[in-house]
């Protein structure tokens, strides 16, 4: 089993800033891919960022140039750094982890999510 354990939400005004943070445990031989993606009320989840084994990202088009997502230095961690925060930016935030555990077992998952508030 892999355990994502997400921290850092909160509620902040307009402009502000908030960073996230996912640290992953358990069984983990390997890690491909680490996202972010969020949910609003209402609204289908939806993808906001990943950082590859090889430290490529892609961001989805309304966050780029305010967010940034990082390995950290434990290579089983993912910050989302988030500046210029809008209302719109308001949702759960899911941390999500791909990669293989020992025996070459494909691994997905998912963290609890954390709140993110912007307030206008």
């Known amino acids: 089993q892999v355990q994502l354990v997400e921290s850092g939400g909160g509620l902040v005004q307009t402009g502000g800033s908030l960073r996230l943070s996912c640290a992953a445990s358990?069984?983990?031989?390997?890690?491909?891919?680490m996202a972010w993606h969020r949910q609003a009320p209402g609204k289908q989840r939806e993808f906001v960022a990943l950082?590859?084994?090889?430290?490529?990202?892609t961001y989805r088009d309304s966050v780029k140039g305010r967010f940034t997502i990082s390995r950290g230095n434990d290579k089983n961690t993912v910050d989302l750094e988030m500046n210029s925060l809008k209302p719109e930016d308001t949702a759960v935030y899911y941390c999500?982890?791909?990669?293989?555990?020992?025996?070459?077992?494909?691994?997905?998952?998912w963290g609890q999510g954390t709140q993110v508030t912007v307030s206008s």
């Open positions: 999500n982890v791909a990669g293989r555990r020992p025996g070459d077992i494909i691994f997905n998952s």
């Open positions: 358990g069984s983990i031989a390997s890690i491909n891919i």
């Open positions: 950082i590859t084994s090889g430290y490529s990202t």
